[in-house]
């Protein structure tokens, strides 16, 4: 225990990280496929959201929370938020040292599947904007239709644990309805808020609508590049799970984590300083 109260941080943690809580949708697949591996999960939900914002000052909060992992000793980090890959997943390879998984959205298996030949995907602003995204449209949406849709609010719903409320499904009526009268069948979700949604969408589209979640394979390639790097962790005894938030309150993580994922644990807050992330000091 450190003189804040936050436990030691292990050296060679994988390191996850997202705006809020939508990376827990990432973060419980890497939990249940790598039991044995420390991981530690930042939400930076002083910047929440970062969809509207600019790729450019996603990409510096996403570089601090690195740089702030990198500091800590992670072996390997996810950018478990296809806003922060699309801005920065290029910068931050090129910057640090450790292997960086990053996401996003499923274009390829939908538009792999799909019969209809129209393929839509939910996601933010800023991931629609960003040059990855008009690269995987050029590689695997030649002869699909892509429906490219932000829903504005769904991040925030997601974060109040308002899931299933009349406003909710009220939203993705609005949000989704056309993209079924043109006939899409399969539905990619480009945010990693939206799994915790999934539900409602499954309710809203109807059952001739695939929903197509990337978490499990984003799981699976940092499992794959542990491996390929001889990072992975030789244990048996399970490994440590260690959560952080750079908001107000330590309760705007751990209400989630209890509501959407059944976890009790204690959530730490980290500060930004002058666009370095620093643990507290006790005074
Ligand atoms: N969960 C994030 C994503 O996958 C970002 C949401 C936001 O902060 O706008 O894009």
């Known amino acids: 225990m450190t003189s804040s109260g936050v436990p030691e941080i292990p050296r060679g943690a994988i390191g996850i990280f997202d705006s809020g809580v939508g990376g827990l949708s990432v973060w419980k697949e890497v939990d249940s496929l790598l039991p044995q591996e420390h991981i530690i999960y930042i939400a930076d939900q002083a910047h929440i959201p970062y969809g509207p914002r600019p790729l450019s000052e996603v990409r510096s909060f996403a570089e601090g929370i690195v740089r702030f992992m990198e500091e800590v000793g992670v072996k390997l980090v996810v950018v478990a938020c296809n806003t922060a890959s699309a801005a920065a997943l290029k910068h931050l390879r090129a910057t640090f040292h450790m292997p960086i998984v990053g996401m996003e959205p499923a274009v390829k298996p939908a538009a792999l599947s799909t019969r209809t030949g129209k393929v839509g995907v939910i996601a933010t602003p800023a991931t629609f904007r960003g040059e990855p995204y008009a690269r995987l449209l050029a590689r695997y ?26 406003a909710t499904i009220g939203r993705l009526h ?20 939206y799994p915790f949604l999934r ?8 059952e001739g609508v695939r929903v197509i979640d990337p978490a499990p394979a984003v799981a699976a390639q940092t499992r794959r590049v542990l491996e390929r790097e001889g990072l992975m962790r030789e244990e048996s005894n399970p490994g440590s799970r260690l959560f952080f938030t750079t908001g ?12 959407l994922l059944s976890v009790s644990a204690p959530v730490f807050t980290l500060r930004w300083l002058e666009g370095t992330l620093v643990l507290p000091i006790e005074y």
């Open 141 to 166: 949406g030649q002869g699909v239709e892509v429906i490219s849709r932000a829903c504005p609010g769904l991040v925030q719903i997601v974060e109040r644990g308002e899931q299933h409320s009349p």
């Open 174 to 193: 609005d949000c989704l309805d056309d993209m079924v009268a043109k006939g899409m069948d399969q539905i990619v979700l480009g945010c990693t808020h």
């Open 199 to 206: 539900r409602t969408i499954e309710e809203v589209v109807g």
């Open 248 to 259: 107000d309150s330590p309760s705007a993580l751990s209400e989630p984590l209890r509501r």
